[in-house]
């Protein structure tokens, strides 16, 4: 499969402050990078990611983006995203499937085999494989090696997202062994050297 230049899987930054995070998002956007953006905001209400997500979603539409809400399938339906991503401790890829109907739902399957069969069972259509490095977005509690994502593409053809500590020193290695999209976040938003257009844009 040839690798798709749209590869970019970018999850927000934890917090959205202002303004400015949009204007990013629209440059970040017009790169034509991005496959995904996945709105994770652990720490706010619900109202509020509600209203950030309508934002969003405007934007996403208008460069043809798909908008996933992390961990929660009913805001996804508020909101009107294109899917969900769950996690092992959210709810289950079934559970979201029937309030989400046909829309996307991808599960973070770690660095376990089981995981990704049991995504592949139920009928996920996305995995997330990692962490692959260190991150600083959150605890990375599995690590994960190369070898898993060559292990999946042996049984499955669900697109496989890898996920942590992603950066410009690293990408190309994850790309090499066929991994379909790439799940960045710190190295866009918090680049000290580089504003998030040129993040994105070194990514190439």
């Known amino acids: 499969m040839k690798k798709t230049k749209k590869f970019i899987y970018l999850i927000s930054p934890r917090k959205i402050k202002n303004k400015k995070f949009y204007s990013d998002l629209v440059a970040v956007f017009k790169s034509k990078k991005i496959s995904f ?10 109202k509020k990611i509600i209203n950030i997500g309508k934002k969003i979603k405007i934007l996403c539409k208008k460069f043809n983006v798909k908008l996933i809400i992390n961990d929660n399938p009913f805001l996804a339906k508020k909101i009107n995203a294109d899917g969900c991503h769950v996690g092992q401790l959210d709810t289950t ?6 309030i989400l109907k046909n829309k996307i739902i991808g599960v ?37 090696k190369i070898k898993i994502i060559k292990e999946a593409k042996k049984i499955t053809k669900i697109p496989i997202v890898a996920v942590g500590g992603i950066n410009l020193s ?19 938003w918090n680049n000290k050297k580089y504003k998030p257009l040129n993040a994105v844009l070194k990514l190439k």
């Open 37 to 46: 953006f996945q709105l994770r905001l652990k720490k706010e209400n619900p």
């Open 93 to 98: 890829v079934i559970k979201a499937r029937k």
């Open 108 to 144: 973070t399957c770690h660095n376990s085999k089981k995981l990704i069969k049991k995504a592949i069972n139920d009928k996920a259509d996305y995995i997330a494989l990692g962490a692959f490095y260190s991150t600083k977005t959150k605890k990375v509690k599995h690590e994960a």
């Open 170 to 188: 690293n990408y190309k290695k994850l790309l090499l062994n066929k991994a379909n999209f790439l799940a960045i976040s710190s190295y866009i």
